[in-house]
């Protein structure tokens, strides 16, 4: 069993920064890839960002691509996003999530653990 808890949200204005971070427990992450998703009210839960645990390759969804960081410290299991230049519409529910292949996936459905989710709210 897999268990990912984020921290890190908040109230932020636009234009400012904040990091969330995604500690995971439980087993050996070597293969797996980890993923940020967000879900806004009323919305799907949408892919944001991605990195290979064992590579460091990353991807990003367009609408955060130069300002969102995705990094991870394998000696801590833990994963980070950085966000920068924060917009209103960045406002949604943000989750971590683990894929146990290492391939690369912007489909939810692709990853088998998720955490609780961190409230990140931008206001304008």
């Known amino acids: 069993q897999v268990q990912l808890v984020e921290s890190g949200g908040g109230l932020v204005q636009a234009g400012g920064s904040l990091r969330l971070s995604c500690a995971a427990s439980g087993r050996t992450f070597s293969t797996y890839t980890m993923g940020w998703f967000r879900q806004a009210p009323g919305k799907e839960r949408e892919f944001v960002a991605a990195?290979?645990?064992?590579?460091?390759?990353?991807y990003y969804a367009d609408s955060v691509k130069g300002r969102f960081t995705i990094s991870r410290d394998n000696a801590k299991n833990t994963v980070y996003l950085q966000m920068n230049s924060l917009k209103p519409e960045d406002t949604a529910v943000y989750y971590c999530?683990?894929?146990?292949?290492?391939?690369?996936?912007?489909?939810?459905?692709?990853?088998?653990?998720w955490g609780q989710g961190t409230q990140v709210t931008v206001s304008s």
């Open positions: 990195i290979k645990w064992s590579g460091g390759n990353t």
């Open positions: 999530a683990a894929r146990v292949f290492p391939t690369v996936r912007r489909d939810p459905s692709e990853y088998s653990y």
